[in-house]
């Protein structure tokens, strides 16, 4: 029996006798890289879901659809949209009874995170969550040094209400005050650690 793909297309199976070539080195041990923060944390909150460790979720950013095109019955295209308000942060859920709220930030720069990547009304909401007992941070990857930093709210607000006399956060100051996010398989950002290891 032939089977064929839904585009008409006869399936042909590849021979047994042919053999993959493996990768070389260098490719083996860079296979994952490119993928984005957003990508890792997904595939870890999705790991904590499945796990019944933890439900936290990437928030829904609020669209106002103005104008929809329907070019056929069964498809539907959205050709005007505005952002209803400024979004808050970009994670929040639930740990062991805990409320999480989080946001993710990548930078290139291997020395300083700019703070312009954080807005007045994000630092506001992080505030408020700390002051209802929640747990608030950021996690901010340095891309090229393939480092992922947990930072808490607390020390980043520190550095946004004194940010007339900078404009960026030093490297260092996430090394002193912030933890190196362990990085698995499974879960790849596994900031989950930093929260048992520090807000036991």
């Given amino acids: 029996m032939a089977f064929r793909y839904p585009n008409g297309k006869k399936y042909s199976p590849l021979a047994k006798d042919k053999k993959k070539k493996p990768l070389p080195v260098s490719a083996k041990d860079y296979a994952n890289r490119g993928m984005s923060l957003e990508e890792d944390i997904n595939a870890t909150n999705e790991y904590y879901l499945e796990m019944n460790i933890a439900v936290i979720h990437k928030k829904p950013t609020p ?3 103005v104008n929809v095109d329907y070019p056929s019955r069964s498809a539907a295209k959205i050709t005007e949209a505005y952002f ?3 979004s808050t942060t970009d994670y929040n859920g639930l740990y062991q009874g805990r409320y999480i709220d989080f946001e ?3 930078t290139r720069n291997k020395t300083s995170f700019p703070m312009r990547n954080i807005h007045d009304h ?4 992080m505030k408020r969550i700390i002051a209802q007992g929640g747990v608030a941070f950021l996690l901010v990857r340095f891309t090229l040094l393939e480092e992922v930093y ?8 520190d550095w946004y209400d004194n940010s007339e006399a900078r404009k960026s956060i030093p490297k260092s ?3 002193e005050n912030g933890y190196l996010v362990p990085q698995s398989y499974q879960a790849r950002v596994d900031y989950l650690q930093i929260i048992d290891s520090h807000y036991s």
Wanted: proline letters at 0%; glycine letters at 0%.
């Fill in 63 to 65: 669209v106002q659809i």
């Fill in 84 to 86: 209803k308000q400024a």
């Fill in 104 to 106: 993710a930030k990548e």
């Fill in 122 to 125: 994000q630092a506001l909401h």
């Fill in 150 to 157: 947990f930072f808490e709210a607390r020390h980043f607000l």
């Fill in 173 to 175: 100051a996430f090394e």
